[in-house]
């Protein structure tokens, strides 16, 4: 590892260091605690919108959480505009994430990963939006996606583009959120339930039809013949 890396990467471990020293973590937790939302939000004004991104972008950043700001956003912008502001939220941190993984490890993960398996590298290169989608799609765990997608050769904008998968997710927890603080949980009606169960549904067709209607975005085609001298 030459010095340059390193020097990256102590200017990351630093720069985190510090966020997680100046930032108060179990503060921004409380922010987007729904209860103390809906206060925030029976007060009205334009302020609250862009406190709500800040608080839920930093909490990304630094977390990887993306169910506590999806919920926040539900609770204090209705089931409509929240999982928009929420998605808009977590992708600025995630994308602030994303960057800094990046700006330290990722050559020498892109030189290990061309050395040991250039099978994968190359795969993942072709297909990293697809795969990129269909992770966001399914909310897999938001860390581990940057994480994987910063050690590619993946751009950024790339990176952004997928974000907009999350939105069928996102709609299902605003609608459930919604549905459990306005009758709470026991007595949600029992047409909420099966239109919950609809908005599945249509969000699963919706990624199959989208997947037929851009083939690019499958990330479950063939794999490439393995060529002789790769790793297994």
Do not use: C, H
Request: proline share 6%; hydrophobic share 60%.
């Amino acid at each position: 590892m030459s010095r340059a890396q390193i020097t990256r990467i102590l200017v990351l471990a630093a720069a985190v260091g510090s966020l997680f020293l100046f930032v108060p973590l179990d503060a921004l937790r409380e922010f987007l605690d729904p209860e103390a939302l809906r206060a925030r939000g029976d007060a009205g004004g334009i302020g609250i919108v862009f406190a709500y991104l800040g608080a839920a972008a930093l909490i990304t950043a630094m977390t990887g959480q993306q169910a506590l700001p999806m919920i926040g956003a539900a609770t204090l912008f209705g089931a409509w505009l929240g999982p928009v502001l929420g998605v808009l939220a977590v992708a600025i941190g995630a994308t602030v994430q994303f960057l800094g993984i990046r700006f330290a490890f990722r050559e020498p993960a892109q030189a290990f990963l061309e050395r040991r398996a250039p099978a994968l590298a190359s795969n993942l290169e072709s297909r990293g939006l697809a795969v990129l989608v269909l992770l966001r799609f399914i909310w897999f765990p938001m860390g581990l996606t940057n994480m994987g997608a910063a050690l590619t050769s993946m751009g950024t904008g790339r990176f952004v583009l997928a974000f907009p998968a999350m939105l069928p997710q996102a709609l299902v927890w605003a609608f459930a959120t919604d549905a459990i603080v306005t009758y709470g949980v026991a007595n949600v009606p029992p047409g909420r339930w099966a239109a919950l169960g609809g908005m599945i549904l249509a969000a699963v067709a919706g990624y199959f039809w989208a997947v037929r209607r851009w083939p690019e975005l499958s990330a479950l085609r063939g794999t490439p013949a393995r060529e002789d001298g790769e790793l297994k």
